[in-house]
């Protein structure tokens, strides 16, 4: 049977996953599990948690004894409808009592570290009474399916344009899949050889229409994800419209309309009909898009005058000097293209002043009763428009001429009806008088009519409906926008007033593009990720470390190109030309900017934390000027565990060195706030004397390092001798000691010969899949773009050819 059973509210404050469903089998087996038996989710120590749907508390364990009797520590349970149960573990402190009812949304306690865990998080399990999906245990159910559509993983709106994608650049989940980070290219065909049809921005959901074939996946995605144009609307043939209450005349911007003779359509956006030809002309209403306007003259500067029917408003109407009232007296009838009477309100569903008329339509009668005249029948589907207050069964309302059926008379007397909610009339609402035009993530929105209103986490207003589209701004949550058009892909278009509109994410103190001047760069300011940007499920990006030496070369950047960074990371020291030319290249890359140091060929430079300040903050801000508005975090040096980096004389330990490191970061935080940093990736691998300290001990004696910075660096790496699994195994031991840290693979590559570069790009991508299974994973940059004097086995490129890597990984 099916259940109607939803996540109705994200479980915490942060909206990010930590740990997946089913991974770590090899951890996890201790506890008897095939892997691990829920969702992670972020939640700093303290922080609120919430019910994610209607329940009643069944258990609670305030007793968390040792960590392996009681893995869950401080947990409760909610029991919800049709059997199932969520448990919430490692919690700080309860706020409910057992047998209470709660509501989805409700703060049920606080994030915790109890129990077997290494770091504050909520760990949530999925239960089903009576239900068995082996190998997992307990009634234990996959929390994915009801986790995805509070991520926004819902099916798009079409028209589409089948194809076909590689599959590890995928999520895929039932019959809907989702483009993973750096997007993917469609095909014509299932292999790399077809043609690209185009490449799909990364987070764009699509539908899956059949199953795999090789490497692939087919496909259908929206249009309007990859900027193909739909067919420009005709405009509907009516009659002349006559000046009546039905109707308003005013100025629609002309370049939101498209005009046809005496008849014009307007845009996805809608227009702002105005008493003036001027943006300074009072606002009369916004008309909704995609409506048929009658064109009264000819332009006035940027403006049409145009006559409207006062159906195809959304939100108030504003007139400039008082006009009849449509709803009360003798002006509540039949008039050209709008017919007015009662319907019966069980076909009708009502939202605001608007409502949708049933499958099979309605009778229109002139009464409200079942003896009424009829005047004819509204078309099932149709919308319509409350014209005042229900009286016994009916409603009354006005409908569209071409919405109507049968009819049989057109004037006949009508009823009148009283105002909606009886007394003095109401002031009427204002319209807006400066709005700004946009597209709205549809999930992200809570659509009630003709408006909206923004969700939990506001939303990103953007100019185009997908997901790289522009960031035109910030609408805060809960704000109401009006809704202007039908939804298309991923998004619906809207208006919100200028007022209530702020800046979009990264955009202070930036502007696009390179720098105007190596020598002195503008403000930096590049504040982390918009929190109003829904995460994906397939985050983790792919890129690649540019050259190892100062200048990067024209190979180099069409290798670059070839690629389709998502991620690129760049050296302090690399030209300010370079580092402009990639940031200009590659508008939707995220950066990684590594403050570059000598400390000699054998670390025989002493430098302390104040030199190394001095020495690299110049090159970090001259690159930072390249990077404006750009997502960049910054890794304060590079492998300290190895002696050619300074261990062993710059500092003798590794807790010298986190103290050297926490006096960096305090001094770059202070000289250039608004930046995140980053802890250095380590060389990985045991202690060679003389060379290497061994990473693990090292890592964790930087402990207090690591807090204190934005994320953490890792390098990986593997070869014939030590496989990929090994590595990834070493990745999984820095997850599970810092499963609350966004972690960076600033290196990572195949370093020995013997294995082709084709088969490279290969385990590259492979690398790049199994990263989409840790969450908390932001990207990986392969090492490395170029090197004169080194790392021939691992370089992409050399003496101006390319080893072909780059087309490899590229093709995805």
């Not at 986790?147 to 028209?159: S, Y």
């Not at 017919?339 to 409200?368: D, H, I």
């Amino acid at each position: 049977m099916m259940s109607d059973f939803a996540f109705a509210y994200w479980p915490t404050e942060f909206r990010s996953i930590t740990q997946s469903f089913g991974v770590n089998e090899a951890f996890y087996r201790r506890f008897g599990l095939p892997g691990h038996e829920g969702i992670d989710f972020m939640g700093p120590e303290g922080s609120k948690l919430f019910a994610v749907a209607d329940g009643t508390v069944v258990q609670i364990q305030r007793t968390i004894g040792e960590k392996m009797a009681n893995p869950y520590g401080l947990h409760l349970t909610l029991a919800h409808a049709d059997g199932y149960q969520t448990i919430y573990a490692h919690l700080s402190r309860i706020d409910v009592r057992m047998n209470q009812q709660v509501k989805a949304g409700q703060v049920i306690g606080l994030s915790g570290n109890t129990g077997n865990s290494l770091g504050a998080h909520l760990h949530l399990t999925l239960k089903k009474q009576g239900t068995f999906m082996p190998p997992w245990p307990n009634n234990i159910i996959d929390p994915t399916p009801f986790v995805l559509p509070l991520l926004g993983f819902t099916e798009p709106v079409g028209p589409f344009t089948k194809g076909y994608a590689y599959t590890p650049a995928i999520t895929v989940y039932g019959n809907l899949a989702q483009a993973n980070a750096g997007g993917i290219s469609l095909r014509k065909g299932p292999s790399q050889n077809h043609q690209r049809i185009e490449v799909v921005p990364e987070g764009t959901m699509m539908r899956v229409t059949g199953g795999g074939e090789g490497d692939y996946t087919p496909v259908e995605v929206p249009n309007a994800a990859i900027g193909k144009p739909t067919e420009p609307r005709k405009p509907a043939m009516l009659p002349d419209l006559p000046p009546t209450v039905a109707t308003v005349d005013g100025w629609g911007w002309t370049e939101y309309m498209r005009v046809e003779g005496n008849l014009a359509v307007t845009g996805q956006y809608g227009i702002n009909l105005r008493a003036a030809p001027a943006k300074m002309g009072a606002a009369m209403g916004v008309v909704r898009g995609g409506a048929t306007v009658q064109v009264m003259g000819d332009p006035v500067a940027e403006y049409t005058p145009v006559r409207v029917s006062r159906m195809d408003f959304v939100g108030p109407i504003n007139m400039p000097e008082a006009a009849p009232d449509f709803t009360m007296g003798a002006s509540f009838a039949s008039s050209g293209d709008v017919f007015v009477g009662w319907a019966w309100s069980n076909y009708l569903k009502v939202m605001g002043n608007q409502a949708e008329v049933g499958q099979y339509g309605v009778n229109l009668r002139n009464r409200p009763d079942r003896t009424g005249a009829k005047i004819g029948v509204v078309k099932g589907f149709a919308s319509v428009t409350i014209a005042g207050d229900n009286r016994g069964e009916y409603t009354p309302i006005m409908a569209h001429f071409e919405d109507m059926l049968e009819i049989t008379n057109e004037n006949l007397e009508i009823e009148q009806p009283s105002r909606p909610g009886g007394g003095p009339p109401e002031p009427a609402p204002e319209p807006m008088q400066d709005s700004t035009p946009g597209w709205a993530f549809s999930g992200a929105i809570d659509r009630q009519g003709d408006y909206a209103l923004a969700g939990r986490w506001g939303i990103n207003l953007r100019d185009a409906p997908r997901r790289d589209g522009a960031n035109v701004g910030f609408v805060p949550a809960g704000v109401r926008m009006l809704v202007t058009g039908n939804p298309t892909g991923e998004y619906t278009p809207i208006r919100v007033e200028d007022s209530q509109l702020q800046k979009p994410f990264g955009s202070a103190g930036s502007s696009a593009g390179a720098s105007s001047s190596a020598t002195t760069p503008p403000p930096v300011t590049t504040p982390a990720p918009p929190p109003a940007s829904l995460p994906i499920l397939g985050k983790a990006r792919i890129g690649l470390h540019a050259s190892a030496d100062p200048d990067i070369s024209e190979t180099e950047h069409r290798e670059f190109g070839t690629l389709r960074p998502a991620i690129i990371k760049v050296l302090s020291h690399h030209s300010a030309a370079d580092i402009g030319r990639l940031a200009q290249a590659h508008p939707g890359a995220s950066f990684i900017v590594r403050a570059f140091l000598s400390f000699g060929q054998q670390g025989e430079r002493n430098i302390s934390a104040g030199q190394f300040v001095n020495d690299t903050i110049g090159d970090v801000t001259r690159a930072l000027g390249q990077l404006g508005g750009r997502d960049v975090v910054i890794e304060l040096h590079n492998e300290p565990n190895l002696v050619v980096e300074g261990w062993g004389n710059s500092w003798a330990t590794a807790a010298a060195f986190n103290s050297w490191w926490l006096s960096v970061l305090r001094e770059y935080r202070r000289r250039l706030p608004n930046q995140r940093y980053i802890f250095p990736g380590l060389s990985p691998g045991g202690g060679i004397d003389r060379i290497r300290h061994e990473h693990t001990s090292f890592i964790e004696a930087c402990r207090p390092a690591i807090n204190e910075s934005d994320g953490l660096g890792v390098h990986i790496y593997w070869a014939n001798n030590f496989p990929m699994s090994q590595a990834l195994g070493q990745l999984d031991d820095y997850l599970r000691r810092y499963p609350n840290e966004p972690i960076w693979v600033t290196e990572a590559s195949n370093n020995k010969g013997g294995v082709s570069p084709a088969d490279k790009g290969r385990e590259y991508l492979r690398f790049w899949q199994e990263l989409q299974r840790r969450p908390t994973v932001q990207g990986v940059t392969y090492f490395v773009a170029s090197s004169r004097f080194a790392f021939a086995d691992e370089v992409w490129v050399h003496d101006g050819q390319s080893h072909g890597i780059g087309a490899v990984v590229g093709a995805r």
